[in-house]
């Protein structure tokens, strides 16, 4: 496995958790208790909090803060200057320390560049929230999210193909011949 990169202008506080093959880039900063798994990239100015979990192969974009309560699964993109909250109705004369919120990005999820996640919602599996987005809700799995506040708008294969259902509540993914089936619990991979 590769070794672990910290440029040198970064900081890593003592207690954090750095997977093997991970990198991290310029003037970041990793809080102690934060866990990172196995080849995950942050770019510059990424800040990641004390008990944030990211899982393998999380690739986080320039100008991104991870803040407490927030759980990445494998396989998820942060893009450039994407926003989390940790509280609900922060207030500057209230210490809220302690009532953070969790918000769980599911395995391949991607968050767009600029998009707002407000705390306490979960992001399915596969799901695709669009650049600028400020997602209020949870979103389901494979779902495309896009707006303020975010709405469904499409479907999306794990590879990022488009899915189009049939009115036999079948999709075919253009790109890699994936097949999924949607039901009134929502969209699966039809194995």
């Not at 979990?53 to 450039?80: A, H, M, R, T």
Request: aromatic share 8%; proline share 4%.
């Amino acid at each position: 496995m590769e070794e672990v990169f910290i440029h040198p202008t970064a900081v890593v506080d003592e207690g954090a958790v750095i997977g093997p093959g991970s990198h991290i880039w310029h003037f970041s900063h990793i809080m102690p208790g934060a866990v990172l798994g196995e080849s995950c990239n942050l770019g510059q100015n990424v800040m990641v909090a004390s008990g944030v979990k990211l899982g393998n192969n999380v690739k986080i974009q320039n100008n991104v803060s991870v803040y407490s309560g927030v759980v990445c699964e494998d396989d998820v993109f942060l893009g450039p200057s994407c926003v989390f909250t940790n509280v609900k109705n922060p207030r500057s004369a209230v210490s809220r320390r302690g009532c953070y919120e969790t918000t769980v990005v599911r395995r391949g999820a991607t968050i767009g560049a600029n998009a707002t996640v407000v705390c306490g919602v979960e992001i399915g599996k596969y799901a695709f929230v669009g650049a600028g987005a400020v997602v209020t809700r949870p979103v389901g799995d494979y779902a495309v999210v896009t707006g303020a506040p975010a709405r469904q708008t499409g479907w999306m294969c794990r590879c990022g193909g488009k899915l189009s259902f049939g009115q036999d509540c079948m999709a075919v993914c253009g790109d890699c011949l994936r097949k999924y089936m949607k039901t009134d619990g929502g969209v699966y991979e039809n194995e």
